[in-house]
């Protein structure tokens, strides 16, 4: 019994880092009303910023090749290190909202959820680039030693950092239900204008909100940075235990944020120790997967307690484009495409084959968030699955090309199906919880089974046949070979014209129906429920056509290639370039692809394909402010011409065949 005692003490370290975080994100919803999911970002790269204080006295500014390296001595004390790094985080919290959640105030839920996607991508980023990606430690900070308590020691670092929560906890609610900067923050939350009719400037208290939030992140980094080494994806992924915390709490309540966080950590440790003691429990990932139960039931309970502020604004959804002739513009492309794989080689040519795996991806995104505007950071689990899939069946069940393909991508619709359950409650920043948290679930729950990933190494991927006919991607000194290129440029091809072809059926419709005003819809005899779960099952199917397709061109399937930051830059490159239409999918994945074509081009130049998330960061987050239609909605006036032309053209080779044919 002791050893079950003291697993659940030895949580309270990870439950209270929980805590601390879904108190500043508390903070950051009653304020400004933005769920922020580059909350844990922030303080990561805090966090480095400490340990490398602490370590030799470097201080690096959060950008890259601009001059942000200085020296501040041989290595600083724990007190001189925590004030020089908190005191980053309220400038950098300051700076956050000053530049990018203010001015989306009355912005969409996408565009908010995208702004903070777009921060989380950029600081994850350029922690790696500034610090390192391995993990980095540092002395203790809270007093150490060990305590026995009913014949079970413990370290007392925990029960320390547990009460500095409940410290914290106490002051914030008291400060906001007494102190009249409280009660003013309470009023501008319910009501901005009345607030201001008051004299009480809501923007003025989101600045200061923004900060001590920000400065609560930083320092729940620092303080479990000697309990846990600081490491860029680990910690950028606390915000997911941390928002199903905030979500527990209704995004109101200090104190409970702080119990359910401690309790979510001490939950997560004794699922460890009764993974030793029960062998039938999964030996990987099963406590990451706590937070995506707690995050599910939460939120499809108390959906109407966590409705995202200012959700009654009417606020413009990204446009969605209305393709002419997709059949005839399919072919156009795959021509083009066609005589591009013939004039590039080597690398560019595998790039270009990139291109066209991530336009596929994108085509799911545009049915999904663009067609019914329901918010999905889950489509690399979802082609994930499909490209293991499609290793098994080749290799245990003998089936080849093209029916292993089409099988494997069917597997991903059952989890596009679940995670898609409740999104017949939800809807916005709520669903993008979600599906963040399934997003990680899958990472750390699935991708772990080493019998199904083959761990790190990966598994084989045989190559594609048809009647004895190797359509692989290499043979022999070949590589990358044309024919493969136009095996997948033809799928995405077809793909493209079929959504293209969706945004004008009946079902179709019924989905730019329910995007618009799922009330209207339904009261026009529109099946919601029905004909979302069809949106996340085509979104899944098309996602897991592009798994299979990434398995057939890397050859080695491994877990890496479909984490969850690989879904949240899916989703950045795609908004940025226009997710309401084919052409923004195709555009993103030619032009902002993290491997694509013109990635990889302007890297063989100039070697700055490193810097593309924080690119994709910074983009996506103006895109959110500036342009949420994308790219694609407003190209450059040289390309409206032409497009412009080529329509004219064909509409006059249309007249003179009507003509001749009458």
């Avoid at 099963?286 to 959700?311: C, K, Q, S, W, Y």
Wanted: proline residues 5%; hydrophobic residues 55%.
């Amino acid at each position: 019994m002791s050893s079950y005692v003291l697993f659940l003490l030895l949580g309270l370290g990870s439950g209270a880092v929980y805590a601390i975080l879904a108190l500043g994100l508390v903070l950051k919803y009653r304020s400004a009303g933005v769920v922020d999911f580059g909350h844990s970002a922030v303080a990561m790269y805090v966090a480095y910023v400490y340990v490398y204080l602490r370590q030799d006295g470097t201080f690096q500014l959060p950008w890259p090749v601009l001059p942000h390296h200085f020296s501040v001595g041989d290595g600083l004390a724990v007190a001189p290190a925590m004030v020089v790094s908190l005191a980053l985080a309220a400038v950098l919290g300051a700076v956050l909202y000053l530049l990018v959640y203010r001015p989306l105030r009355g912005a969409t839920p996408l565009a908010r959820v995208c702004a903070s996607v777009g921060t989380l991508l950029y600081f994850q980023a350029v922690g790696v680039l500034n610090y390192t990606s391995n993990s980095q430690s540092t002395p203790a900070i809270l007093p150490g030693g060990s305590i026995e308590i009913a014949g079970v020691t413990f370290p007392a670092d925990r029960l320390w950092f547990a009460g500095i929560v409940i410290a914290l906890a106490a002051l914030l609610a008291a400060a906001y239900h007494f102190t009249r900067f409280g009660l003013a923050t309470r009023a501008a939350a319910e009501n901005d204008r009345g607030a201001a009719v008051m004299g009480i400037s809501a923007e003025r208290l989101g600045l200061y909100n923004w900060v001590i939030a920000t400065v609560l992140a930083g320092l729940a980094g620092i303080l479990i940075a000697p309990i846990s080494t600081v490491d860029a994806a680990t910690y950028t992924l606390f915000v997911v235990p941390a928002l199903g915390v905030a979500l527990v709490a209704r995004f109101r309540s200090f104190g409970l944020a702080a119990l359910a966080g401690l309790l979510l950590g001490m939950t997560q440790s004794e699922i460890t120790k009764l993974q030793a003691v029960w062998e039938w429990l999964p030996h990987q990932g099963l406590p990451d997967a706590v937070p995506f139960v707690v995050i599910v039931v939460t939120m499809t309970l108390l959906t109407r307690a966590v409705a995202a502020r200012g959700e009654s604004v009417v606020a413009q959804l990204p446009s969605i484009g209305r393709p002419r002739a997709p059949w005839m513009t399919a072919a156009g492309c795959f021509a083009a495409g066609t005589v591009a794989l013939v004039l590039l080689h080597g690398s560019l040519r595998n790039a270009m084959i990139t291109s066209f795996v991530s336009a596929c991806l994108g085509f799911s995104l545009v049915v999904l968030t663009g067609y019914v505007g329901q918010v999905s950071l889950a489509q690399m689990s979802f082609a994930g699955i499909s490209a293991f899939v499609l290793v098994h069946i080749t290799n245990g069940w003998g089936l080849g090309f093209p029916i292993a393909p089409l099988v494997a991508s069917l597997f991903a619709v059952p989890l596009g199906l679940i995670v898609g359950v409740p999104a017949l409650r939800l809807r916005g920043v709520n669903l993008a919880v979600v599906t963040l948290a399934a997003a990680t679930t899958v990472d750390a729950l699935v991708f772990n089974w080493t019998w199904f990933t083959g761990g790190l190494a990966g598994k084989d991927v045989a190559d594609p046949t048809l009647l004895g006919w190797d359509l692989g991607i290499a043979k022999g000194d070949a590589y990358p070979r044309v024919i493969f290129g136009v095996l997948v440029l033809l799928v995405v091809c077809v793909v493209g014209a079929l959504v293209a072809r969706l945004r004008d059926s009946p079902t179709g419709r019924s989905m730019i129906a329910i995007r618009s005003n799922e009330r209207a819809a339904a009261a026009a005899g529109i099946r919601v429920a029905r004909t979302k779960l069809i949106a996340f099952a085509l979104s899944a199917w098309i996602a897991g056509i592009g798994g299979v397709l990434l398995a057939y061109q890397t050859q080695t399937v491994s877990p890496p290639s479909f984490a969850t930051f690989t879904s949240l830059n899916l989703l950045a490159v795609v908004f940025i370039a226009g997710i309401g239409r084919i052409g923004g999918a195709a555009f993103s994945g030619v032009m902002m692809a993290a491997n694509g074509f013109f990635v990889a081009f302007v890297d063989k130049e100039l070697n700055v394909g490193k810097y593309q998330l924080i690119v994709a960061g910074i983009l996506l987050a103006l895109t959110a402010i500036k342009q949420p239609d994308g790219v694609a909605a407003n190209p450059p006036p040289p390309l409206v011409k032409l497009g412009r032309r080529i329509e004219a053209s064909w509409r006059t080779r249309r007249r003179i065949e009507q003509v001749t044919s009458s």
